[in-house]
């Protein structure tokens, strides 16, 4: 199981640390994601840490202002969120799979089955 925490009302500019911890193997998850879900839209990859892989990925919306990091002896993985936008208002879920995607695959919500219950960010002009 996931638990995504860390969300709340910042002004632009600001900054916010999103937790998700994980209960059971969560050490051998292969894949470990944030996503965000803004109203009226879809749900979009943000950033994800997959096995294998030489560092993070992340959405080009994102990159150079939020980093992903995983704790894999505290379970816990984290999304560094900095110089907010207005545009980063969503629902942030983090997601996870222990076999790991394919690369080009970790970013798709299609990729994931373990889901966490989301958290609000609200990013105010």
């Known amino acids: 199981q996931l638990q995504a925490s860390g969300g709340g009302l910042v002004q632009a500019g600001g900054q916010l640390r999103l937790s998700c911890a994980a209960s059971?193997?969560?050490?051998?998850?292969?894949?470990v994601a944030w996503f965000r879900q803004a109203p009226g839209k879809e749900r979009e990859g943000v950033a994800c840490i997959r096995s294998g892989s030489p560092g993070p990925t992340y959405a080009d919306s994102v990159k150079g202002r939020f980093t992903v990091s995983r704790d894999k002896v505290k379970n816990t993985m984290y999304l560094q969120m900095n110089s907010l936008k207005p545009e980063d208002t969503a629902v942030y879920y983090c997601?996870?799979?222990?076999?790991?995607?394919?690369?080009?695959?970790?970013?798709?919500?299609?990729?994931?089955?373990?889901w966490g219950q989301g958290t609000l960010v609200t990013v105010s002009s």
């Open positions: 059971g193997f969560a050490s051998d998850y292969g894949s």
């Open positions: 997601a996870a799979r222990f076999n790991r995607p394919l690369s080009y695959m970790c970013l798709d919500t299609s990729s994931y089955v373990n």
